[in-house]
């Protein structure tokens, strides 16, 4: 699990990720007709601060983003699960499928006296 979650640090695959949880966010808010104003009322944040949020601009930590989807009324774990599959995809394609018995590469162990 450890390796996995080196392995996808590179930025070509977070920027795939962040890009596909923004599209989700936004179009769901348009889907339900609501304002970037109305969002952020809801909030208690400046409508800038979501419009930053939708357009990359600002990077979404989890609790806001748990937050957001509250506002927005969506699930939050749909959402968590568009990037896992997102980037488990294209973790599979880039560096092949992982193996159960892989464990962390030079953690843990004995250490030497």
Known sequence: ?????LQVMDKTLQSEARDSLRNWLRTNRLARHLSMRTV?????????WVAKTENGERRL????????????GLDPSKGLDLVVTNLSSHSQNQYGALKAADGPTGWGG????
């Open 1 to 5: 699990m450890v390796r996995y979650c």
């Open 40 to 48: 952020a009322a809801r909030l208690r944040v400046s409508h800038t």
């Open 61 to 72: 930590e989890v609790i806001d983003f748990v937050s957001l989807c509250f506002a927005l």
């Open 110 to 113: 004995k250490r030497k006296r």
